[in-house]
């Protein structure tokens, strides 16, 4: 079965730091590259950031350079979103996602909501 799955997600107040995670069962993820995606209500779902696979560079969106971090651990198949400096802005709910022959697999996302 191939599937990603989220998780990490919570109530955090501004200022504060997450770590979301997105593993895979049937996914060998150091194979892919990892995109993080987020979705506020009312919005159009939006790229984070994105890890490549041959040489883990990295990208992000320029509305979270400097406060998030992509990363990934092969050992545990995992990508890993650190999140720092929060805001308020930043609530969504989060999901990776990752292409193989031209398909698109999503998670089923995980919800980040920063508030006081």
């Known amino acids: 079965q191939l599937q990603l799955v989220e998780s990490g997600g919570d109530l955090v107040q501004p200022g504060g730091s997450l770590r979301l995670s997105c593993s895979a069962s049937?996914?060998?993820?150091?194979?892919?590259?990892i995109g993080w995606f987020r979705q506020a209500p009312g919005k159009e779902r939006e790229g984070v950031s994105c890890i490549n696979s041959h040489d883990n560079s990295t990208v992000y969106a320029d509305s979270v350079k400097g406060r998030f971090t992509i990363s990934r651990v092969n050992a545990q198949n995992t990508v890993y979103l650190q999140m720092n400096a929060l805001k308020p802005e930043d609530t969504a709910v989060y999901y990776c996602?990752?292409?193989?022959?031209?398909?698109?697999?999503w998670g089923q996302g995980t919800q980040v909501i920063v508030s006081s």
């Open positions: 049937g996914f060998t993820l150091p194979n892919y590259a």
């Open positions: 996602s990752l292409q193989q022959g031209g398909v698109d697999y």
